[in-house]
């Protein structure tokens, strides 16, 4: 297991020092891709923190306040999640500007973690603008753990938008948290919703379901009453012990199983 700390760049859209915007809001995409990206990395087991900030002074004062978030822990890497913008393409010239991830060095996990977000988000059909050293970003030169910068697309190149818009913020944050932990990240199917065989039982429905009923009933009720025969004929000791379950939840009488009662007694409810 290993600990991430992720986080949208700038202050959220519509604040000084927001992002750039343009045919998407970097503010907005940012912030959805690193929540996503959180999520991802804790499915897979990892300690992911959110350090985003949304309450900067200024864009100097974002950037302190998302490095001293980083800097409470030790950190395997440290992620910074950015739209790029320049390219200026309103109508499309039918190239796409794509994903470059910056960094101080192109070495150990971050060369690693930098190659295979490129690599998962060229599979989306974002262009590979490569991984680029710089030293000039205050985020890259300040947190001590070692960390990258993506740049997932650019916001102002039509190209760009659309794909983005087809493939969805998510594919993109599953392409970048595989890429930080260098493999697979698979949901957990969740088990499918057991339900009562019938969702209504009366007395013309079929012998098998009065049976069903019968058998609930003596399971459930709690009174006095005697156990039914379960022989799927709707009589009126099944009437009676139906009439007495209801009473026994605190519910009104009716004239058969309904919906609520079928699903009260799939789940062996007594009070």
């Not at 393409?89 to 690693?112: F, Q, Y």
């Not at 794909?163 to 932990?181: C, Q, R």
């Not at 019968?214 to 009453?225: A, H």
Request: hydrophobic residues 30%.
């Amino acid at each position: 297991m290993s600990t991430y700390n992720i986080h949208g760049g700038h202050n959220p859209e519509g604040k000084v020092a927001c992002g750039a915007s343009g045919f998407l809001d970097e503010s907005r995409e940012d912030r959805l891709i690193c929540k996503e990206v959180v999520r991802l990395l804790k499915l897979d087991g990892h300690k992911a923190y959110n350090c985003t900030c949304n309450n900067g002074k200024n864009q100097g004062d974002v950037l302190k306040k998302i490095v001293a978030k980083c800097n409470k822990r030790n950190a395997t890497l440290d992620v910074s999640i950015h739209l790029n913008s320049g390219r200026n393409d309103r109508k499309g010239d039918g190239k796409i500007a794509g994903v470059e991830v910056l960094c101080t060095s192109a070495s150990g996990i971050k060369k690693d973690a930098a190659s295979r977000i490129r690599k998962n988000m060229k599979k989306l059909g974002f262009t590979d603008r490569g991984t680029k050293k710089t030293g000039s970003l205050y985020f890259l030169n300040h947190t001590k753990n070692k960390a990258i910068l993506v740049e997932a697309c650019f916001v102002d190149d039509k190209d760009d938008y659309e794909l983005y818009k087809k493939v969805g913020y998510k594919a993109v944050a599953k392409a970048i948290a595989e890429g930080i932990v260098g493999k697979s990240i698979t949901e957990k199917k969740k088990a499918a919703e057991k339900k009562p065989p019938y969702t209504i039982v009366k007395k013309t429905s079929s012998k098998a379901a009065v049976k069903w009923l019968q058998g609930k009933l003596n399971s459930c009720y709690t009174g006095k009453l005697a156990d039914l025969s379960v022989d799927g004929l709707w009589g009126t000791k099944t009437q009676a012990m139906l009439e007495a379950y209801w009473k026994q939840l605190g519910w009104r009488k009716g004239r058969y199983a309904g919906k609520k009662t079928c699903e009260a007694l799939f789940k062996n409810r007594k009070k």
